[in-house]
């Protein structure tokens, strides 16, 4: 959270200015399709301006453009190549790394193309960042959004990417984030278009095609293991929270299929390894560190100098507005902070201001670590809340808004209010300790495996997993000696 949250791979996010778009229908032959365009209500000049006119707000939803100069010329010097040998090579393209932890790339009409720094740590190649490029670039060269002709206020971007990335309809219902289906994915026609279009466009750029397929896989088992982190029901052949990709499985069959049919042989083709890990060594992984960090089951705030813990079986995920702790049976914790007058009392800021219009039981007042406190008890959404205030410094707020499913009755309100309670205030000595996860990259000296390497990470829930998967090493897979791996450190 900010000091004022699944792994997605392929959505595209509609912030479209404007109610309708004035025009005649158009009928071309797309160059990348071969096939009719009929788009009656938006001209590639339209395309243009949507995209320019979103650009700004899509920065701003995911943070902004990550500050590194020299990651941000690699990754744009990658879609350069790609971009020449797709089908429109002299339209106008802006590459942005989103400064997001989430894994994700999209694109918007008119050329704009964003991949996050969530997926550039995520990818062992040039050639895999090279597909997921050359998938975005798929998308715009068929003209997919301007086939969907999908149109959403740009205000109403980051409520509905929240409820995207978390992918929790509790969250949706109980905090009115917005599950309106506004973050819409493409058609599974359109993902296996742009798929095919992207394996070809890999080959021509002198790249492996086969690198689409294995940056897939790696997908697969990067969204198994969130929703194992997550204390969820995994579905690894599900590509992201809509269910409306097709399977990964299939994605992969399909992709290596198409990578056969350009001919190229497998290994034939450029992956330029060495180049991107040179690229993200020093790459920040997470949370940026002025919206905090979380590290195992607890959440750590230098800017804002506090601390708390969340129960053992919750899962904890930051976004810039909020913290949010999941646990069993759909229960769910939202943290955030407010501001109350100097000499308002803790328990009138909670009823009369924060929780004003809401019916309110059970109002206490009591203290956590030293602070005056309030809580009370209401529903929402027909689930049983809990709202608790905790008085900070210079008028600062500290606030918890727990639900609960009726069905589970009282079974997490111990393990809730130990969350509350672990709530305290840091010392400057303890604040200037946090520091921020990095991507580093090491040489696998003789004598070292997956287990020794892991254990340098830090990282503490599922460390020999998180090794793996980051590495691109599947199931029980090891490094090779004298190969050039990442780990997770500050």
Known sequence: MRSAGAALWKVLVPAFIGAAFAGLAACTTNPATGEEDF???????????????????????????????????????????????SDLP??????????????????????????????LALANSEAELAGVLAHEIGHVAARHSAQRQTAAVGSQIFGTLLGAVVGSSAVNQLFNLGSQGLLASYSREQEFEADSLGVRYL???GYDPYAQASFLKQLADETALAAKL??????????????????????????????????????????NAA??????????????????VIRGREFLHSGLGFRFKAPADFHLQNTPAAVWAFGPDKSVVKFDTGEKAPRQEIADYLAGDWARQLRL??????????????????????????????????????????GTAP??????????????????????????????????????QPGQNAALLAARMKVEAYALERFRVLNGLGEGGEPKPSSTVKLIAE
Do not use: C
Request: charged residues 25%; aromatic residues 6%; hydrophobic residues 45%.
């Open 275 to 292: 180049a991107h890990l040179r690229a993200v060594d020093g790459l920040l992984y997470g949370d940026r560190p002025e919206e905090g």
């Open 407 to 444: 069905q589970a009755g009282g079974a997490h309100d111990a393990s809730i209010d130990g969350m509350v309670k672990s709530f305290r205030l840091l010392s400057k000595a303890e604040a200037a300790h946090i520091k921020p996860l990095r991507i580093r990259t090491v040489k696998v």
């Open 39 to 85: 788009t009656p209500f938006m001209s590639p000049e339209e395309e243009a301006r949507i995209g320019a006119e979103a650009h700004p707000q899509i920065l701003k939803a995911y943070g902004g453009v990550y500050e590194d100069a020299e990651v941000g010329a690699y990754v744009a010097k990658v879609a350069l190549r790609v971009a020449r040998a």
């Open 90 to 119: 002299d339209i106008p393209y802006t590459v942005s790394v989103l400064d997001s932890p989430v894994v994700n790339a999209f694109a918007l009409p008119g050329g704009y193309v964003y991949v996050t720094r969530g997926l």
């Open 361 to 402: 039981s059970g109002l206490r007042r009591f203290e956590v670590g030293g602070l005056a406190a309030a809580e009370a008890w209401t529903r929402l959404q027909n689930m049983r809340t809990r709202i608790v205030a905790i008085e900070g410094r210079d008028g600062r707020v500290y606030r918890f808004l727990a």
């Open 230 to 271: 997550a204390n969820r029901d995994a579905n690894a052949a599900q590509v992201d929270w809509l269910a409306t990709h097709p399977a990964n499985e299939a994605r992969v069959r399909e992709a290596a299929r198409l990578a056969a049919e350009t001919g190229v042989p497998h290994g034939a083709g450029e992956m």
């Open 203 to 205: 080959a021509r750029a």
